[in-house]
């Protein structure tokens, strides 16, 4: 299993980013898929998740209605587009898949500049 997530940097406060997380290893289409980010000093934390159809999306109440979670199963993708971002979304963002055990990717770094 290897997830590599792009697409993180440093944006101001108010502008948008699309990260991205690219699957490899196990069949993509089949399992729910999720972000999370971790702040300096702080636990990580659950940022979004979507099912393997991508009828069902869940938000972390500190991101919803300004994130978007979404996927590509023929290209094996995950995303999360983010808009209006705050100082405060500055995090390293990891995508997850949850198989019979979590899988984590390297992370990417979203800096926000106030």
């Known amino acids: 299993v290897q997830l590599v997530e792009s697409g993180g940097g440093l944006v101001e406060a108010g502008g948008s980013l699309r990260l991205s997380c690219a699957a490899s290893?196990?069949?993509?289409?089949?399992?729910?898929m999720s972000w999370y980010r971790q702040a300096p000093g702080k636990e990580r934390e659950f940022v979004a998740d979507?099912?393997?159809?991508?009828?069902?999306?869940d938000y972390a109440d500190s991101v919803r209605g300004r994130f978007t979670i979404s996927r590509d199963n023929s290209k094996n993708t995950l995303y999360l587009q983010m808009n209006r971002l705050r100082p405060e979304d500055t995090a390293v963002y990891y995508c997850?898949?949850?198989?019979?055990?979590?899988?984590w990717g390297q992370g990417t770094q979203v800096t926000v500049s106030s």
């Open positions: 979507i099912n393997s159809n991508s009828d069902r999306m």
């Open positions: 997850r898949a949850d198989l019979r055990a979590p899988y």
């Open positions: 290893g196990f069949t993509f289409s089949w399992f729910r």
